[in-house]
C-alpha cells in the first residue's frame, strides 16, 4: 500500500513523463500472472514467511498505484486544489494537506481488500509447501495435514476449522472494506 500511494501521488500529481514512466511499470507488473512470480521467487529465494511478505508486498501495489493516480488527477484539477495554487501553496503542502486526505478513503478500501487476497495467497502457498514452514502455525499448513481422503471423511476437525476460518476472516476483510467504501463515499451519503 504504502508503494502504490508514492507511486500513485506522483504519477498523478506530476503527469507527464512521470506519469508514464509509473504507468509503464505498473503495466509490467501487472502484466505477469502474481501466483506464478510469488511461486518462482518462494522456490529460488526458499520457502519462508519473510520472503512470502516480500513477495506479496512488491507485487501489491500496482492496483492503489493506479486507483491513487486516478483520484489525483481528478481532484487537482478542483477549486479548492486551484485556489491553493493561486496562494502560493507548495507542492508538498498541497499533496499532503490537501490532496492525499482527500483521496485516501478508496485507498483505505483497497487495502483491506488486498489484505484478504493476502491471506488467501499465503494460504494457498503454505498449503503447496511455498510458504510459512512447519512448525510455524498457518491455515494452509493445517490444511495440509488433510490431504488423504481418510482424513477428509473420518477426521473434520484437523481440516474444517483452517478452512472456516480462512473463509470467515477473508469474508470479515472484505466486509470491513465494503462498510469502509460507504462510510466513506460522499456519493453514496447523498443518495
Known amino acids: 500500500t504504502c508503494i502504490g500511494v508514492v507511486l500513485g501521488v506522483l504519477a498523478g500529481y506530476y503527469g507527464g513523463w512521470v506519469d508514464s514512466t509509473i504507468m509503464r511499470l505498473c503495466d509490467v507488473v501487472l502484466s505477469f500472472p502474481t501466483l506464478i512470480i510469488i511461486i518462482t521467487l518462494a522456490s529460488v529465494l526458499g520457502p519462508s514467511i519473510y520472503n512470502l511478505m516480500l513477495a506479496i508486498g512488491l507485487l501489491g501495489w500496482p492496483p492503489i498505484a493506479r486507483l491513487l493516480r486516478g483520484q489525483m488527477l481528478s481532484l487537482r484539477a478542483t477549486e479548492y486544489v486551484i485556489a491553493a495554487r493561486a496562494v502560493g501553496c507548495g507542492d508538498r503542502r498541497l499533496i499532503f494537506r490537501h490532496l492525499l486526505p482527500n483521496a485516501m478513503a478508496p485507498v483505505l478500501v483497497a487495502a483491506t481488500f488486498g489484505i484478504a487476497y493476502a491471506i488467501l495467497i499465503e494460504a494457498g502457498l503454505s498449503f503447496l509447501g511455498l510458504g510459512v514452514q512447519p512448525p510455524t502455525p498457518s491455515w494452509g499448513n493445517m490444511l495440509t495435514d488433510a490431504q488423504s481422503l481418510t482424513v477428509l471423511e ?23 472494506g465494503d462498510g469502509l467504501r460507504d462510510a466513506l463515499d460522499p456519493y453514496l451519503s447523498n443518495r
Open 154 to 176: 473420518s477426521m473434520p476437525w484437523l481440516w474444517l476449522p483452517p478452512g472456516l476460518m480462512i473463509a470467515l476472516s477473508v469474508l470479515s476483510i472484505n466486509f470491513i
